[in-house]
């Protein structure tokens, strides 16, 4: 066994760690090789654990709790606040691999293309034609006319009420004209197909990203004492501060109500809950009677029977990924994944059998072919797949 595979070994047999170690120990294991680490990490921890692999979901957890437990930084508080992001973000990356090397219920894969490649157990030429989702969006005019951004050209598309409405590299944006103090609000929609996303800069300056088969509907002006817009599906917002006109997001029967802050809202038809994550500020969510507040690092769920909840600390680079560009699963089961998979490349899916009960840590780019994705999906051995036409069939 070479010097590093020993010292690795070492930190892992230790109690504690000092700052360098965790550093050491946290780089070598975001950075190394999988099938390695898997292997390695076997080899320490099966003659403590022999039965892992045969173990519950509640007795993993336990194991990978006490493995985070090791590379604890809790008591390094006088780190700057970047620094322990980025321990943060560093802890779950490591409790994340060292899950998919012990346990049987838990799997990551950080994609690339040979690991792709390595699976071998799925190929389909009916997939040659699936591509990832694009950059489109179709918006409708106050007049109930569609404009298909996917064909207009850079520059003025339209003229809203007392704005024009502009096309530029991707984006849309709203631009104010001199016109009569009397001109009527306009009121414009923008919707993205199953497999698209796209931005638009409103009228006030807020951004708002739309993920795959959503919806914004929104003014062409913010003439009133509130700025208020509707969506369904998913957006991120970025909302341009005023005191003076609150910015209010209207989801069905609910609303989230802002001054100037960033905010992911989840709140598709087939999804168990609406769920609002707050990256910046704070939000007022209110569903009937029942309200939340929201601080950095909360999110709010309704689900579908009306039962308001806050859940603390949730992963905000989990609920953002798509923004980024990324898949990201973390503890999914593959109801989850399957959802976020036919919206963004625009298939159906069936199930065939009983479905697997595994749960998935996953992390690819959003702009993978189909196959390849499902190539990594299949290296846990649980699940095959069958494709035909755009319909995907899961079977045990």
């Not at 560093?90 to 219920?105: D, Q």
């Not at 997001?249 to 769920?275: C, P, W």
């Not at 159906?348 to 993978?368: A, C, Q, R």
Request: charged share 25%.
């Amino acid at each position: 066994m070479d010097d590093i595979k020993v010292k690795v070994i070492t930190l892992l047999q230790k109690t504690q760690l000092s700052p360098d170690e965790r550093l050491w120990l946290l780089d070598y294991i975001e950075n190394s090789d999988t099938e390695e680490l898997r292997s390695l990490l076997k080899m320490k921890f099966d003659s403590e654990h022999r039965f892992f692999v045969r173990k519950s979901h509640p007795e993993a957890s336990e194991i990978l709790k006490t493995i985070h437990q090791k590379l604890n930084f809790e008591e390094q508080q006088s780190l700057p606040i970047a620094p322990i992001l980025l321990w943060k973000k560093k802890l779950a990356i490591a409790a994340s691999i060292i899950g998919f090397a012990l346990a049987g219920t838990y799997f990551l894969v950080k994609y690339n293309a040979n690991l792709a490649a390595k699976s071998g157990n799925y190929t389909a030429n009916s997939l040659a034609n699936i591509r990832p989702g694009k950059n489109m969006a179709f918006l409708t005019l106050g007049n109930g006319s569609t404009i298909s951004l996917n064909n207009a050209k850079n520059g003025s598309i339209a003229q809203q009420g007392n704005a024009s409405v502009i096309k530029k590299n991707g984006k849309l944006s709203y631009k104010s004209l001199t016109v009569a103090a009397d001109t009527a609000v306009v009121y414009n929609s923008l919707s993205t197909p199953r497999g698209a996303q796209y931005q638009v800069e409103l009228p006030d300056g807020t951004h708002v990203w739309l993920n795959a088969a959503s919806t914004l509907r929104y003014p062409t002006a913010f003439n009133g004492k509130q700025r208020v817009v509707e969506v369904s599906g998913e957006a991120y917002f970025e909302v341009a501060k005023n005191k003076e006109k609150p910015f209010i997001v209207k989801v069905d029967s609910s609303q989230i109500r802002v001054l100037g802050t960033h905010f992911n809202v989840m709140a598709y038809a087939d999804e168990q809950s609406v769920r609002t994550s707050l990256f910046e500020g704070s939000v007022k969510f209110t569903h009937n009677n029942q309200t939340s507040l929201l601080k950095p690092g909360e999110q709010s769920q309704l689900t579908k029977g009306g039962k308001l909840s806050v859940v603390n600390d949730i992963d905000l680079d989990n609920e953002i990924a798509w923004k980024n560009g990324l898949f990201h699963f973390e503890n999914a089961n593959i109801e989850t994944v399957m959802r976020q998979l036919s919206r963004w490349y625009d298939i159906d899916v069936d199930f065939k059998g009983k479905k697997t009960d595994e749960l998935f840590f996953v992390e690819m780019p959003e702009n993978s072919n189909l196959a390849d994705v499902l190539k990594v999906l299949e290296i846990t051995g649980h699940i095959k797949f069958q494709m035909e036409g755009r319909r995907l069939t899961i079977m045990p």
